[in-house]
């Protein structure tokens, strides 16, 4: 009986996953999301311990760097998702996995400060490019109904992804930093494939909504929804809580360890840990819980686990508190692409889930940037709180925001 439970357990994502076979299009999708996951998980969890630590750049500059990334990335996503909705999905999604795919071999092999900043350009601006129409094609092909069980496979492959990226990445480092660019470029690479394989043919109805300018939202009115507007902007108080995965953990990982390996193995255990409890966790939390209310209090037990890390005197706690961080997430991330894909104008899907990679943009970058800046200013001032206590006060800020956002938009609920 003991055995029994959890082996049904842990086969129920794959059944509901193999379940997609007979819709081609959301399978695609699926296999999509954990491609582009290995990908991305191969190369950015090591960018600032490489820099940092074997080339030399300082914190603050790497964390600059990423800052470029991210808002290079979310702040034009919207961008990605006006062209997608006038010409077509495949032509703008394709375009941006190639030029991500050239940024990351750039960063394999990059040394100097010029083309460092250089391939993290292109790593963003080629996810400004494939990320909005991805996601509008999500919300395109599924319906609201089944929104939440999609999202929480997709969110189950990208736990696993994530557990394989940094894995690989590790075995990868054998051979040298320039194998993992390398690896993780060639990810997006056969993207491309998947998405001319599989992704519908959009040019069509691209070209009858840019003829139909009768009620199809456009980028001034998406600024007059107000109510939008305000839930895109306290995300990026969320972001920037969530980005320090990139730069304040992994740097803290190594100084606790000594070795850059151990920003992988942190990123692998938070992954694994997502990959077995996000999937039957949530799902059995939203049986009695609204989606706003589980992204709330994901964000609060996020928040405290981000501040309990400054805490850690060695790696296994260290490790703890990434458990209490990594409950948080799993919690609340699924329930941010439902509230989105609920609040988003159906005749402008690309425009209104790109533009709210906006917050990821800013409030990421932000994270990113000053992250490393914190960091360095701890570490050089002998106060090594005062980074994660700044953290937990964001947290906890962004969390007291969406409650009383929630209670003034009621339109805003979801289950």
Request: hydrophobic share 55%.
């Amino acid at each position: 009986m003991h055995v029994h439970i959890p082996l049904a357990a842990l086969t129920a994502p794959l059944r509901d996953l193999l379940a997609y076979r007979d819709r081609p299009q959301l399978f695609a999708l699926l296999i999509y999301q954990a491609i582009t996951t290995t990908g991305f998980t191969l190369l950015i969890p090591l960018v600032s311990v490489h820099f940092v630590g074997d080339v030399g750049m300082a914190a603050a500059t790497v964390g600059m760097a990423l800052a470029l990334r991210q808002i290079s990335q979310q702040g034009l996503t919207f961008i990605g998702g006006m062209l997608a909705d006038r010409y077509g999905l495949k032509p703008v999604l394709c375009s941006g996995l190639i030029i991500r795919a050239v940024g990351f071999f750039m960063l394999g092999f990059a040394t100097t400060l010029p083309v460092f900043f250089t391939a993290l350009l292109f790593t963003g601006l080629g996810g400004a490019l494939f990320d909005a129409p991805f996601q509008a094609a999500t919300v395109a092909m599924t319906r609201p109904d089944e929104r939440r069980q999609f999202y929480l496979i997709a969110n189950y492959l990208t736990g696993l992804a994530s557990t394989i990226g940094p894995l690989l990445a590790i075995a990868l480092l054998a051979i040298g930093f320039h194998a993992v660019g390398i690896a993780a470029g060639g990810c997006f690479l056969a993207n491309v494939f998947v998405a001319l394989r599989y992704f519908p043919d959009t040019r069509q109805q691209a070209a009858a909504a840019a003829g139909d300018d009768d009620g199809t939202p456009h980028l001034r009115s998406l600024l007059r929804d107000r109510a939008y507007l305000h839930f895109v902007a306290i995300l990026c108080g969320y972001w920037f809580v969530v980005m320090q995965v990139n730069i304040s953990f992994p740097l803290l990982a190594e100084a606790l360890t000594g070795t850059k390996a151990s920003a992988g193995l942190f990123y692998t255990y938070s992954s694994v840990l997502t990959l077995l409890l996000q999937y039957f966790l949530v799902r059995r939390l939203q049986r009695h819980f609204a989606s706003h209310q589980l992204l709330i209090a994901g964000t609060l037990v996020m928040t405290l686990g981000t501040f309990l890390l400054g805490t850690s005197p060695n790696f296994a706690v260290f490790l703890l508190w990434i458990s209490v961080y990594t409950l948080g997430y799993l919690t609340a991330r699924p329930m941010l692409d439902i509230l989105v894909a609920h609040l988003a104008h159906p005749r402008a899907l690309g425009l209104y889930v790109g533009f709210s990679a906006v917050s990821i943009g800013l409030g990421g970058g932000l994270g990113n940037f000053i992250g490393g800046w914190l960091y360095d200013l701890g570490k050089a001032h002998d106060l090594p709180l005062l980074p994660w206590c700044v953290f937990a006060a964001v947290g906890v800020a962004t969390a007291w925001q969406l409650a009383r956002y929630f209670k003034k938009h009621p339109q805003a609920v979801t289950q």
